[in-house]
């Protein structure tokens, strides 16, 4: 059995898990609705997945869970990724056609390659590792295909163009090319489906709207990424690329062990660095190691060393096993006892030790467990 965790964690643990609930001792646990509605909110990258674990243990749940709205939802995220995956292949197309090095990162490379079930894993943003060489060429590819640089306007809740001074800002600021924006109506919505996101609308983030009184249209934003960080290129990344074993898309993933690295980075960086942000990966995390050889763990140590990484990965993969409930093989195990100790000579600054992320996902500054 999972140890209990203070405030609620541990059910809300048992959603982000993919180990079997029975697992966890959740037989005295109560929980609010609104403490799982804002976990759902928080987490809308999986919230397929949660919604199927959550339909287990609705008698948890104090107060009026808004199924229907939560539901309504899911639909409207696995619809939008699905989206964006077909215009992802219209634009990997034309890049392979002029030759263009890229791969697929995060989110998509996730729902494409390592879960079993696709439409558990949600998206908003499609994200592409490219060549600093490459920017004004993956630029022009994208302006051919209708994107154009844009800006989120909150008070119409609409995508507008950005000005020149906006997007060079954009550009000197940042390591990508980012909210490269198109809007795409879909056609293939049966009548239920159209009610089910109009629905939905007013939650956020949201890429459906109306363009009329009836008709839904969805934006797809792709960001470019030149590095994973401003620290971590992408030269090393995509020359491992590979194609995805699952689907013949005409784009390319990562290799297991970089998708677990960025996995980790995200996490970690995120979760030290915000409350409430990211927990959502151990999903993919959990999906991932689930398919990860001794080898491909191996390559995934030498680039937490690399990127002076090790001291995340050990937060990261030691809940996997404590607080998630996930068998880890003997190599991965071996890894965390190996990385409990300080190395000689450095400080938490030098190790990027900046302590226990996970508290933080749950929006605590810390507790005992």
């Known amino acids: 059995m999972i140890d209990e965790c203070r405030g609620g964690v541990q059910f809300l643990a048992a959603l982000i898990s993919t180990a079997p609930i029975d697992q966890f001792d959740l037989r005295n646990s109560l929980i609010d609705d609104a403490t799982v509605n804002r976990f759902c909110a928080d987490n809308w990258q999986v919230l397929p997945h949660i919604l199927k674990r959550l339909s287990k243990l609705r008698d948890k749940v104090s107060g009026n869970l ?13 619809r939008h990724a699905e989206l964006s995956v077909y215009v992802l292949d219209e634009v990997t197309n034309r890049m392979l056609a002029e030759g263009l ?7 998509a490379a996730y729902r494409q390659e390592i879960y079993p079930e696709p439409s558990d894993r949600a998206l908003i943003d499609v994200d592409l590792a490219i060549t600093k060489p490459d920017v004004e060429a993956v630029e022009k590819i994208l302006a051919d295909c209708d994107f154009h640089q844009s800006k989120w306007d909150p008070s119409i809740r609409r995508f507008v163009k950005a000005s020149e ?15 490269i924006v198109r809007r795409e109506r879909y056609t293939a919505l049966d009548s239920n489906e159209q009610e089910a996101i109009i629905a939905q609308l007013a939650l956020d983030p949201n890429p459906w709207h109306l363009i009329d009184d009836s008709n839904l249209a969805a934006y ?15 030269i090393d990344l995509l020359r491992e ?3 995805p074993g699952k689907e013949s898309s ?58 002076n990484l090790t001291a995340a990965a050990l937060y990261c993969l030691q809940r996997l096993s404590s607080s998630l409930g996930q068998n880890l093989d003997d190599y991965v195990l071996d890894f965390i006892d190996r990385s409990r100790s300080a190395p000689d000579g450095s400080d938490p600054m030098q190790a990027n030790d900046l302590g226990d992320m996970w508290p933080k996902l749950f929006g605590f500054i810390s507790f005992d467990n």
């Open 250 to 307: 005409a784009f390319h993933v990562p290799p297991n062990h970089w998708l677990a690295f960025h996995t980790i980075f995200k996490l970690y960086w995120e979760g030290v660095h915000k409350y409430r942000k990211g927990a959502y990966q151990f999903v993919d995390l959990q999906h991932l190691l689930e398919q990860m050889s001794l080898a491909e763990f191996q390559k995934l140590e030498t680039l937490l060393e690399q990127f």
């Open 66 to 78: 808004d199924w229907e709205i939560l539901s309504n939802r899911a639909l409207a995220l696995q």
């Open 101 to 107: 090095d890229h791969c697929v990162v995060k989110g």
């Open 220 to 234: 797809i934003n792709i960001d470019a990424h030149t590095g994973l960080s401003l620290d971590i290129p992408t």
């Open 241 to 243: 690329k590979r194609r």
């Open 165 to 179: 001074s906006e997007r060079l800002s954009l550009r000197n600021q940042h390591y990508e090319l980012g909210f």
